[in-house]
């Protein structure tokens, strides 16, 4: 019951930007690696500031061929990091190289664990 969704898009959030609540958790999963470079700049903060104080951020990081037709780009963990941490978010875990799924062994993912810096 305390689990609201909201559909908006990146790298804006125009919708989500402009709610004054801040969220415990936001979770972000196959989506990073469809956004470019600049996407990717744009789009940090205005996840970063959805998350409150001591709130959690987590995503994951796709890593293996890309299907026909879809558009995605090569994204680094170390520059998703440093994004984060630019937006006021702190690297607490990180799981590399974790297995595709639905058993595609030419997929693996990065799942990073942020929390927001009080």
Do not use: C
Request: glycine fraction near 8%; charge should be neutral; proline fraction near 5%.
């Amino acid at each position: 019951p305390r689990i609201e969704w909201v559909e908006d898009s990146l790298p804006d959030l125009a919708k989500l930007t402009t709610r004054a609540a801040a969220l415990d958790l936001v979770m972000m999963t196959a989506v990073w690696m469809h956004l470019d470079d600049d996407e990717r700049r744009r789009a940090m903060p205005n996840v970063a500031g959805l998350v409150r104080s001591g709130g959690a951020f987590i995503m994951s990081l796709r890593y293996g061929p890309v299907p026909a037709g879809r558009r995605m780009f090569v994204v680094s963990a170390e520059e998703t990091i440093a994004l984060a941490a630019d937006a006021g978010l702190v690297l607490k875990r990180r799981f590399d190289n974790q297995p595709g799924g639905f058993g595609r062994t030419d997929v693996s993912w990065i799942k990073l664990v942020f929390e927001k810096g009080t």
